[in-house]
């Protein structure tokens, strides 16, 4: 017994996969291990987290199963299709806001940016505050180095720095978002941006919209799979760089010289 960390009664808890065993068991036969860097541990399975009682862990299915079709049509290989793929996007955006609390539960340093989202994930509110964006992965290193290591080899998942956007600094963006995560599985890269309550509506309009220029798409775009690839620079710890046609020093450059 215990308090689930979603309802918050004192209930029986249950194991719940950090990332979803049904979109693990997709890359079972090229990634056998799942790696788990806010521990720099390796896991022949997946780690778990046991926060959640059965009734909020169960009603938190449906967007497993839907990311796991998602990846079995779409990500265990380049993403070339141009079809919308049969996912309800909702689904999809639940399980990358999901994933990205129980990647923050499970690290060594705590965050509580998920308490706003404890109805959320009961089906009982929604996530205004967020936003998911999607981007395809090419790798464009030599000889496909990153590829090799990082690609399809795990289910990756980093809190994301967004540099180099016309619309602001670095600073002043990150002063307004609670939470920022980039979570890659297999080909493709979800973003995940949660706002301040308090954000300027401009502001959030004005990254979304330059970060669509840069190859990312929220999930309410009918071709949201269908864009150009997008390259974060090419090693296991990535930042996010808005422009992979800039090289990081100029884009470091340019961002230091709109702080105010």
Known sequence: MG???????????TREHVFSGAL??????????????????????DPVISDLCGPCNHGLSPCDTGI???????????VIRT?????????????????????????????????????YFRGLANAGNCDVLFANWRDYSPIEIASEL?????????????????????????????????IKVGYGIFLLLVWQPAVPAALRANVIVELNRYGWLGLA????????AFNITSCAAFNLVADPAFSLPTVLQADEARRP
């Open 24 to 45: 693990l068991r997709l890359f079972d036969d090229i990634a056998p291990l799942t790696f788990d860097q806010p521990r720099g541990r390796s896991y022949s399975a």
């Open 83 to 119: 079809l919308t793929p049969a996912v309800e996007p909702s689904l999809v955006k639940l399980w990358v806001v999901k994933t990205s609390a129980n990647l923050t539960r499970s690290g060594l340093s705590p965050s509580f940016w998920w308490h706003a989202y404890r109805d």
């Open 221 to 228: 775009d009918p071709y949201w799979l269908a864009r150009v």
């Open 150 to 182: 990082n690609v399809v080899m795990s289910i990756h998942a980093q809190e994301a720095r967004i540099f180099g956007l016309e619309c602001g600094s670095s600073r002043v963006i990150q002063q307004h978002l609670v939470h920022a995560q980039a």
């Open 68 to 78: 796991a079709t998602l990846a079995q049509s779409h990500l265990k290989f380049p």
């Open 3 to 13: 308090i689930c960390a979603y309802c918050r009664q004192d209930r029986k808890l």
